[in-house]
């Protein structure tokens, strides 16, 4: 494989509504879009998500990462497929973002050569469970919204944006319990809100609420007040904001973790594949989990999900978030339907995306 051609796009694409996340509150979101050649004419497209409370950089700052360090040094370059990839660019640390979308965007390339979509490449199965994650409001309007995604698109599973307080996120699963029934699964994601004396009572608290897992109920680190967390939770406590790397995992792991966090738009497909298979040496699972991807970075992340055996997977995949914003870069999108999404059959996507729309949505860096 020989990259011989880039390009970096930049856009706004416009919410439903104004969400409220634990450290931003926003109407848009703002994307980067690489494009990738390879002298076979194969074309890879990646997207990422650009928060800096996020993944740390802005449009300006991540097009000089890949524009000035990490592209040099591949354009023109034999490499072995996407691993061979990874290790050209090996001698350069930092820019996760910037190495994640280079990566997603080769194993692009890489299933146009080999004639299949990621997803079947790798094992897997062209339906995936979602999950609906229910962001921060009062917890009378998460209900109704939770009543409502469930009604319309079949969810069976919905994560629970949690950090408003104990009694404010209790009473947001009493209220979405009530309005969704109990067949549906429920599990909160705190942000690491909460401090780390008060991550076991939280869990407990969200467990007794009926939550199946909690996600970063407090600021989680390798050791022994994590191990001493997880022993007593009861439920898995998922590592999400600290685990955006195989060496974190295996850290981690080595604590007694039962659920790792995975999210191929922030640490790119490799990085979460290594990820899964360390936590499969451990029987612990994995989720696949927003980044907040519009409709094109979702079908990238779900390659890799669909293509998780479902023993290692610890919830639907989160891949929903696009269902909330008015504006998208792809010509069409497969529908969702009783909690399902159908992965595209063709082994690349860049010809679904519109380039008129990134053109209409452009943001300059």
């Known amino acids: 494989m020989k990259i011989v051609a880039s390009s ?5 694409l416009a ?15 703002q994307y980067a879009l690489l494009r990738l050649e390879d002298e076979s004419g194969a ?9 800096s409370t996020w993944s740390g950089v802005s449009p300006r700052s991540l097009a000089a990462a890949l524009e000035d360090v990490l592209l040099p040094r591949l354009i023109g370059v034999e490499c072995a497929g996407p691993q ?8 350069i640390p930092e820019n996760r973002l910037a190495r994640a979308l280079i990566d997603n965007a080769v194993w692009q390339i890489e299933a ?10 790798w094992g897997g199965e062209r339906g995936v469970d979602l999950t609906w994650a229910v962001t921060r409001r009062p917890a009378a309007q998460m209900a109704a919204e939770a009543a409502e995604v469930c009604s319309r698109y079949g969810f069976r599973t919905l994560k629970v944006k949690g950090g408003q307080g104990l009694e404010t996120d209790l009473a947001a699963m009493r209220e ?13 994601d705190a942000n690491s809100a909460y401090s780390r004396e008060q991550g076991l009572a939280y869990t407990l608290a969200m467990r007794d609420a009926g939550a199946t897992v909690s996600e970063d109920p407090c600021a989680l680190e390798p050791d022994a007040q994590f191990a001493a967390l997880q022993a007593g939770a009861g439920i898995p406590v998922l590592v999400d904001r600290n685990c955006t790397s195989a060496q974190d995992a295996a850290q981690f792991l080595a604590c007694g973790a039962l659920a790792l966090s995975t999210k191929p738009g922030r640490i790119g497909l490799s990085e979460a594949r290594r990820i899964a298979d360390l936590a499969a040496t451990r029987g612990a699972r994995v989720a696949l989990g927003l980044y907040a991807e519009s409709a094109l970075g979702t079908l990238l992340s779900l390659q890799f999900g669909a293509a998780l055996p479902r023993s290692r997977r610890l919830v639907a995949a989160e891949q929903t978030f696009y269902l909330c914003m008015r504006e998208q870069v792809l010509a069409d999108m497969p529908p969702v339907r009783d909690g399902r999404i159908e992965l595209p059959a063709e082994p690349g996507l860049s010809q679904r995306v519109d380039w008129g729309r990134v053109q209409g949505a452009a943001l300059r860096p």
């Open 8 to 12: 970096l796009h930049f856009y706004t």
């Open 15 to 29: 919410y439903e509504r104004e969400v409220v996340w634990a450290n931003a509150v926003e109407s848009a979101g």
């Open 43 to 51: 074309v890879g497209v990646a997207e990422g998500t650009i928060k």
């Open 84 to 91: 061979g990839v990874l290790q050209c660019l090996a001698g």
């Open 112 to 121: 146009q050569h080999v004639g299949m979509p990621l997803w079947k490449l």
């Open 176 to 188: 979405i319990r009530a309005a969704v029934g109990d067949a549906v699964e429920l599990y909160v």
